[in-house]
T-cell receptor, first 109, second 114 residues
């Protein structure tokens, strides 16, 4: 079966750095997405990786290793507004998105 | 504003009723989706339409019927509502179906069946 694993919850301190991991086992691979979802709101697109390596976008970076079935989202200079759930999703060989359950990130002052 | 908009935002109804949720996108996207997010926060694809044609129809009870009058609209009608239908339903759109096309989500409809 197809599976996406991410930690259920993480806690970090304002101003610090946090890394949210995602491992996947899917039928084929056509890219990996990270989304942010604040409580009671819609998911919003953060990043897309299809080739191995690091993609940097401001305070957020996303890394992919296809051989290891692994990605992480790195958030730097954490702000209180970064408190949210972070969803990892992989596009399989049929171009269907397989979603993880999300990682709830709690930022403390 | 360019966006995906869905109505209503909240829907409280009794078991056995029939209800509809409307969705419209003005992003010019070709593909639209309905997702269900349950209490455990898993996003599950229900339907996907590309240019008004159904392309994904996951294992969803046939009480759920999507309708796409044009590529900018994808409505969801639910018959004979059950307690287990309580969830947040998200409409989304994307430019294509292939790699690299991120989803743009509506704000969700929180359905509560009593």
């Amino acid at each position: 079966g197809q599976n996406i694993d991410q930690p259920t919850e993480m806690t970090a301190t304002e101003g610090a750095i946090v890394q949210i991991n995602c491992t996947y086992q899917t039928s084929g691979f056509n890219g990996l997405f990270w989304y942010q979802q604040h409580a009671g709101e819609a998911p919003t697109f953060l990043s897309y990786n299809v080739l191995d390596g690091l993609e940097e976008k401001g305070r957020f970076s996303s890394f992919l290793s296809r051989s290891k079935g692994y990605s992480y989202l790195l958030l730097k200079e954490l702000q209180m507004k970064d408190s949210a759930s972070y969803l990892c999703a992989v596009m399989d060989s049929n171009y269907q998105l397989i979603w993880g359950a999300g990682t709830k990130l709690i930022i403390k002052p | 504003d360019t966006a995906v908009s869905q109505t209503p935002k909240y829907l409280v109804t009794q078991m056995g009723n029939d209800k509809s949720i409307k969705c419209e996108q003005n992003l010019g996207h070709d593909t639209m989706y309905w997702y269900k997010q349950d209490s455990k926060k898993f996003l599950k694809i229900m339907f996907s339409y590309n240019n008004k044609e159904l392309i994904i129809n996951e294992t969803v009870p046939n009480r759920f019927s999507p309708k796409s009058p044009d590529k900018a609209h994808l409505n969801l009608h639910i018959n004979s509502l059950e307690l287990g239908d309580s969830a947040v339903y998200f409409c989304a759109s994307s430019q294509g179906q292939g790699e690299g096309s991120p989803l743009h989500f509506g704000n969700g409809t929180r359905l509560t069946v009593t």
